[in-house]
Each structure stands twice: as C-alpha cells, then as structure tokens.
C-alpha cells in the first residue's frame, strides 16, 4: 500500500510512500489517497489532516510512465475519462492526483519537502495551508511535456496568488523556489529542511485543540465566499457563524466571562 495514515489525538498525518518514483501519482495511489481524505472527513474524531510525502517528495506529479501507457491502450485511456464529473450533486470521483476534486469539511496541511511540481503542485494547491522546507520548490513541469492541469491548477493558483502571476508560472513551467512561494502566497510558513512535517503537524494540533464548530464554520465561509458578492457573501458568513455561535459560541463566551483566556491567553482555553 502506497499511502498510509498516523493518527494522534485528532491530527491524522497522511504519507504518500512511493519513493521510487518521487511520489509521483499512479492509479493505485490515488485511489488510496482518496479514499483516506473521506475517511478522514468522515471520522468524527478526526479534526485536521496533515498531508506528506515520505523520503524527501512531496509528489513529483502525475506518474509519466503510466501517463505514457495511455497513447497504446484504448481501455487505459477509457479509464481516464471515466474519472469526468458526474451530473448533479453526485460526489466527483478522484482526480488523477486523487482528492483534488474533493471538498472536505475538515483543514488539510501540505506539509512540502522537495518537489511539488505539476500535480504535484495542484495536489499542494488543494490542501488549505502550506509548510515548506527551505529547499522544497514547485512549478508547472508538466509544460515540458505537453501535460495540461487538470486537478486544480487553473482554478486554484489564480485565486492564492492573482491572474497574472499564476499566469506567467503556468505558462514558463519554470521553478518556483519556497521563498517564492512564501513572497507570493503559494505557502504560509517556511522552516528548514527535514521539518516540514513536524512543523506542520504542529499547526494542525494548535488548530485541533480550538472548539471546532467555529474552526469549520469560518472556513466554510471563507471558501464558500470566494468570488461572491459582498452583500451575499456577508449572509453567508452571518448564517455559518450564527450556527456554531449556537452551538458553542455562547458556551465560550461564558467561560471567557469567568475568567478563561484573558489578555489575549491562548494557553488555557
């Protein structure tokens, strides 16, 4: 099995182990890596997600050679078009870097050593934080081959980092370094190398230990918002919050009121 999963506490730490090809994506990987993402979606006692590529890649993208298997097999490419959206509200199946379609409920960290570079790159671009080691890097190297994004890419690199920039990244294919990335806001956090992961599990436990009505309300809104209008985008945000207030908002503010969390605490919450 390519992708395995270690759980602590409530952060689930997902590894994609194929070494030999740079994690670079099959079909059986993908099918595992989606299949891991629902089934952390759908523990209950899962909160965040830290994803992470083992020996040193994060993923070098789709796997070229199965890739290239695809122009001497009519029932290899059948199995590729198989993966198209589905009518209605039928949920997406995986995409070729496998959850790039999925929309969870829960956060997800990529936590980025090495290469993230063409779907490798869309597969960090799903994830909602980046950690990157000083010596990761991403780019669209696909271009070199003629390979197109089609697990994000276009949609989401436009909407982290503006129009024009992701523009001329996808179209050179050229590398884009972590402090890059860092500058431009394809990540969020850089540490050295070799501490990706633990940096970003660590993240996931701050984020973890917070009452995670309001963690996964405001990240709702902040997704479902996107490209609103402002007016619209305002009731939304207003009924995701209203819900969790409910929930456990009000139950916050009273241990507030008797003295939890002063002066901006956020040790003993």
Known sequence: MTIDIE???YVWTIIHDRIDARN?????????LYKACLEFDNDPEARVAVLWGKGGAFCAGWDLKYAASLANSDEAFNELEALNFPTGANIAPRGALGPTRLELSKPVIAA???????GGMELAMWCDIRVMAETAYMGVFCRRWGITLMDGGTVRMQRLIGYGKAMEITLTGRKVTSDECYQ???CEKV????EARAAAEAMAHEIARFPQGAVIADRRSMIENYGKPVREALVNEWNNGLRAIRDEGVFGAGRFKDGAGRHGDFEKI
């Open 112 to 118: 980025v050593e090495g290469p993230a570079v063409a």
């Open 24 to 32: 670079a994506m099959d079909p059986e990987s993908a099918d595992a």
């Open 7 to 9: 759980k602590n506490g």
């Open 184 to 186: 431009i806001g394809l």
């Open 191 to 194: 540490v050295p190398e070799g």
